[in-house]
């Protein structure tokens, strides 16, 4: 059985944030948001990464309740965002 769990992350000047739950479903990490812009991060073995198909449509199902066009491009822009500061902070200690 993989090691998976989720949590809510989020930006504020640029410095990453993010709760301190191991969520077990990305439909509980989302309910952890509290605030707009943020997004829910995958850890599977010990390693971030992003929602995958799945997770990223109950994902949107969870935020939205369907899967609005300009909502999820803004997200997934976040995403982007996100993803590129988590590899920048996580590489040096690989
Ligand atoms: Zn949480």
Redesign the pocket.
């Known amino acids: 059985m993989k090691d998976l769990y989720y949590?809510?992350a989020w930006t504020d000047s640029g410095c990453l944030l993010g709760?301190?739950?191991h969520?077990q479903t990305v439909a509980?990490?989302a309910a952890?948001i509290s605030c707009g812009g943020a997004y829910v991060i995958a850890v599977e073995n010990g390693k971030y990464r992003a929602l995958n198909n799945v997770e990223e449509a109950e994902f949107q199902k969870a935020m939205y309740g369907t899967e609005p066009v300009q909502a999820e491009t803004a997200q997934r822009g976040l995403l982007i965002q996100v993803s590129a500061f988590i590899r920048i902070q996580v590489e040096p200690k690989a």
Do not use: L
Request: proline share 0%; charged share 10%; with cysteine.
């Open positions: 949590f809510a709760c301190d739950h969520h509980s990490a952890c």
